[in-house]
């Protein structure tokens, strides 16, 4: 009589619980410190400091005490508060036409067969690149009524000229117009990006099916651009929003621009109770509003994305 050999019973082991060692999670922590600690540094604590003293006011040679909402009260009594909100949007608005003339000029520089197109480009990025100081200072004299070259080209044709940067109804739109062609390159990049990286076969496939040119670009190019334009809309109005360099060399001083209050923007409003006035606590509680808005702004944008931003 043979015995039947039974195999081993199978051995069960428990599954190891996917825990990484404690060397290699100290190894993460090591890469992720530096962007921890400059975020917590230049962008988390200046917005909790920012908060905490808006609720306080400065005394002329140091220390602060609580005085609650008073800042606030004052900022939203300030008739000039709400002229330079009034203006910080309508840089916003100008600053948003940015988006589609860069657009069209990348459709232009997308072309196949076009030659130069490097050269372009840079032409297009070198006012991103310049200090808007500069710019603004170069502006400032073309934009000049008496012997401005914007004055004298109109002349040619017996059209009058103004003072520009100093009639309180061209100055916010003079600025604008160079908020307008200092950011035009740097869009202009990022929008031909996009559109390379649309698939041709999307635009071949219409073409031979008759569509038009317009037809193309309206349905199929700018929804597949939409990623970048959303991308491009939020970077432009929180930079817009943020808007001081142009202003303040363009428009002067108060005491000498008689224009000066019709292009105040809110960092601009902030810098002249900040440094000027000296009145910080007021000049907080300004600059947390702005971050405020900046940030509801930002949240609207992120969702209204999903009705109009198509990700292939």
């Not at 015995?3 to 922590?29: D, F, G, K, M, W």
């Not at 030659?115 to 100081?133: D, H, M």
Request: hydrophobic share 50%.
């Amino acid at each position: 009589m043979t015995q039947l050999a039974t195999a081993p019973a199978a051995r069960v082991e428990r599954p190891v619980p996917a825990r990484a060692p404690r060397r290699r999670q100290h190894s993460a922590y090591l890469f992720i410190a530096p962007v921890g600690l400059g975020l917590g540094l230049l962008y988390l604590y200046p917005a909790v400091s920012t908060f905490v003293l808006s609720f306080t006011e400065w005394g002329p040679f140091g220390g602060h005490t609580f005085t609650g909402f008073t800042n606030y009260l004052t900022v939203f009594r300030f008739e000039t508060f709400w002229t330079a909100l009034g203006n910080t949007l309508l840089y916003m608005v100008i600053g948003l036409l940015t988006l589609p003339v860069a657009i069209f000029f990348a459709v232009l520089l997308n072309r196949d067969g076009l030659r130069g197109v490097t050269v372009y480009r840079t032409l297009f990025f070198i006012p991103f690149v310049t200090l808007p100081v500069a710019s603004g200072m170069v502006w400032r004299w073309l934009y000049n009524g008496d012997f401005g070259l914007i004055n004298q080209f109109l002349s040619v044709f017996g059209i009058p000229g103004t003072y520009w940067v100093s009639n309180p109804a061209t100055a916010l739109f003079a600025i604008g117009v160079v908020q307008v062609w200092s950011q035009v390159g740097y869009y202009l990049v990022i929008f031909i990006a996009g559109l390379k990286a649309i698939p041709k076969e999307y635009t071949e496939a219409a073409e031979i099916d008759g569509a038009s040119a317009f037809r193309r670009f309206w349905h199929i190019t700018l929804p597949l651009l939409s990623p970048s334009i959303f991308f491009c809309t939020v970077i432009n109005v929180i930079a817009t929003l943020q808007i001081f360099d142009l202003v303040y060399v363009m428009s002067a001083s108060p005491t000498v621009n008689p224009a000066f209050a019709s292009s105040q923007s809110i960092v601009q409003l902030f810098y002249e109770k900040a440094f000027v006035e000296s009145d910080k606590g007021t000049a907080t509680a300004l600059a947390f509003l702005l971050m405020l808005l900046i940030a509801a702004l930002t949240f609207v944008q992120f969702r209204l994305q999903r009705r109009w931003v198509n990700y292939v």
